[in-house]
Every structure is written in structure tokens, then in C-alpha cells.
């Protein structure tokens, strides 16, 4: 089992920038493939990005290459989500995603932290 814990979101202007942070609790967050997803006001929650278990592969979304990195650390057991040149667009809550398999749909996830709201006004 593997809790999920959010920070870092908050209220930016436009083309600021944000670092995300996940926390996991459990000895076996290193085998997990991680993710990002968030959900707008009125839409359905979407990809944003994910990185396999080892650092060797990472997916985004078209709306956030070149924007936003993902990255973790296995031995802090922390995921992370560099947002730079955010957009009014990006404004969502932002969640944390664990799986067994690159987390690129929410079919694929197997546990969601709580989320964090992302603002940013233009």
C-alpha cells in the first residue's frame, strides 16, 4: 500500500513558476511508476506526466513539454513536478499518481494522493 501527499501548489502569475512535491509513504514506492494528473473546474481529470520506476522514461502531455519536468527520488521517497511558464490554463488541482505501469491514463493508476490547487492568474 502506498499513501500519497501532496504540496506545493499555491497562487502564481503567469510565466511564474512552481515546484510540486509528493511525498510516499511505504517501503516499496521505488517500484512504482509515478505521475502527475490535474482537473480543471468542469473537466475531466487529465495527464500531465509520468516517469517510470527508475528514472529512465518520462511522458508529458503536448500542453506541458518544454514547460514542466518530472523527477523523483527514490531514496526520499518524493515525487516532484517543476512547472515553469505556467499559464492561466494550467489553473487545477493537481494530483499525485502511483502504478505499476507508467501512469499516462487514470485507468493505469493504482493510488491518487488528495491534491493540491494550482492558481495562475494572468
Known amino acids: 500500500q502506498v499513501s500519497l501527499v501532496e504540496s506545493g501548489g499555491g497562487l502564481v502569475q503567469a510565466g511564474g513558476s512552481l515546484r510540486l512535491s509528493c511525498a510516499a509513504s511505504?517501503?516499496?514506492?521505488?517500484?512504482?511508476?509515478m505521475g502527475w494528473f490535474r482537473q480543471a473546474p468542469g473537466k475531466e481529470r487529465e495527464f500531465v506526466a509520468t516517469?517510470?520506476?527508475?528514472?529512465?522514461?518520462?511522458y508529458y502531455t503536448d500542453s506541458v513539454k518544454g514547460r514542466f519536468t518530472i523527477s523523483r527520488d527514490n531514496a526520499e521517497n518524493t515525487v516532484y513536478l517543476q512547472m515553469n511558464s505556467l499559464k492561466p490554463e494550467d489553473t487545477a488541482v493537481y494530483y499525485c499518481a502511483a502504478g505499476p505501469v507508467p501512469v499516462a491514463a487514470p485507468t493505469r493508476v493504482h493510488h491518487w494522493g488528495q491534491g493540491t490547487q494550482v492558481t495562475v492568474s494572468s
Open positions: 511505504g517501503r516499496t514506492f521505488s517500484t512504482y511508476n
Open positions: 516517469i517510470t520506476w527508475n528514472s529512465s522514461n518520462r
